[in-house]
């Protein structure tokens, strides 16, 4: 089942295109990466999709509904974890239910179910600073969830982190994802990032940008241990880097 779609969006700034004629999908369940270069219109299409940008042209659907230039009707999560520093994490992860008018009380109850799923058990009271960078951004994405599930728009969300911290946030996302059955679209830069994490990898490229290519993953996920050194996944790298090259 199609969750979200965008059909021939297009955007301008100052007269230049930034996008035109961008399309895609995202299934019921799925974790869809879009990779391409930096200030190739990777974050424009990702506002439009959330609502906070209108397309010069075009139309994104939530389950068949339009909701072109609509905020509010899906998450959208930062690189930076943007939590406020003078509230508790138990208070900045319930800050979506606090805004659609939920009393604080229940909104804690609520949001407090989902720590131990989360990895967040013990961290209600502390505050953001208490925290490393990978608890803080397991709130963070907490946060996310509780404002407007089930599909979220991820903008390099592991990329402060370390290398370490990253791999043990991309076995938790994923399975957590499943568990919560969350869609995910999801920007980064990390080829790598892409080919472990994703069902489906969207190449955009081009001056104005498009979705060039298409690459499905198909091994099944969790992935083997070894599958980021295997010859499957260097040689999905491979295609992905000559694309990029050639477009």
Not at 57 to 85: A, C, R, W
Not at 108 to 129: D, N, V
Request: with cysteine; hydrophobic share 40%; aromatic share 8%.
């Amino acid at each position: 089942m199609v969750q979200l779609k965008a059909e021939g969006i297009k955007k301008s700034f100052d007269g230049r295109t930034v996008l035109e004629g961008v399309s895609l999908n995202l299934r019921e369940g799925e974790l869809v990466s879009l990779l391409g270069a930096s200030g190739g219109g990777k974050t424009t299409l990702f506002q439009i999709l959330a609502g906070l940008s209108l397309p010069d042209e075009g139309h994104v659907y939530i389950n068949e509904e339009e909701v072109t230039g609509k905020p509010g009707k899906i998450s959208y999560m930062l690189q930076k974890d943007l939590l406020l520093p003078y509230r508790t994490v138990e208070d900045n992860v319930a800050l979506p239910l606090l805004l659609s008018g939920m009393k604080k009380a229940e909104a804690r109850k609520k949001a407090s179910g989902y720590f131990e799923m989360f990895g967040l058990e013990g961290t209600e009271k502390k505050y953001p600073s208490q925290l490393s960078g990978g608890m803080r951004q397991r709130a963070a994405l907490l946060r996310t969830y509780l404002f407007s599930r089930p599909i979220a728009l991820l903008d390099e969300p592991f990329s402060a982190i370390d290398m370490l911290t990253r791999h043990t946030m991309h076995e938790w996302y994923l399975k957590v994802m499943e568990e919560i059955r969350l869609s995910t679209l999801f920007i980064t830069h990390d080829i790598d990032e892409a080919v472990l994490l994703s069902d489906r990898i969207c190449i955009l490229t081009g001056t104005p940008g498009n979705i060039t290519k298409e690459i499905i993953i198909k091994e099944a996920k969790p992935r083997n241990k070894d599958f980021h050194v295997s010859e499957e996944f260097l040689e999905y790298k491979r295609e992905i880097i000559r694309h990029m090259e050639q477009s």
